[in-house]
């Protein structure tokens, strides 16, 4: 069982940035792929970026590619999302998620997820 919890979201301009936050509970942290998805209002959910159990491999969606960063501190069991260069198109409640032991951008194959929290970006 693994448990999530976001931090960091908030409102920002555009141009800005933020960094969130993931804290995981369970001893297995490491042997997990982290994700982050998000959902806007009205929209389905969508892949923002993943990262594998060992900080090797990362995958993003294209529409923040070069923008967000994924990474992770398994000693923390802790995961990051930075954010960076934010559009107003970002807003969204932002989502981890977890699943062993590899990652995927399909949000069906992931079997733990956090409540989310919203990141609002203002024109």
């Known amino acids: 069982q693994v448990q999530l919890v976001e931090s960091g979201g908030g409102l920002v301009q555009a141009g800005g940035s933020l960094r969130l936050s993931c804290a995981a509970s369970g001893r297995t942290f490491s042997s997990y792929a982290m994700g982050w998805f998000r959902q806007a209002p009205g929209k389905e959910r969508e892949f923002v970026a993943a990262?594998?159990?060992?900080?090797?491999?990362?995958y993003y969606a294209d529409s923040v590619k070069g923008r967000f960063t994924i990474s992770r501190d398994n000693a923390k069991n802790t995961v990051y999302l930075q954010m960076n260069n934010l559009k107003p198109e970002d807003t969204a409640v932002y989502y981890c998620?977890?699943?062993?032991?590899?990652?995927?951008?399909?949000?069906?194959?992931?079997?733990?997820w956090g409540q989310g929290t919203q990141v609002t970006v203002s024109s």
């Open positions: 990262i594998n159990w060992s900080d090797v491999n990362t």
């Open positions: 998620t977890a699943r062993p032991p590899d990652l995927s951008d399909y949000d069906g194959f992931y079997t733990y």
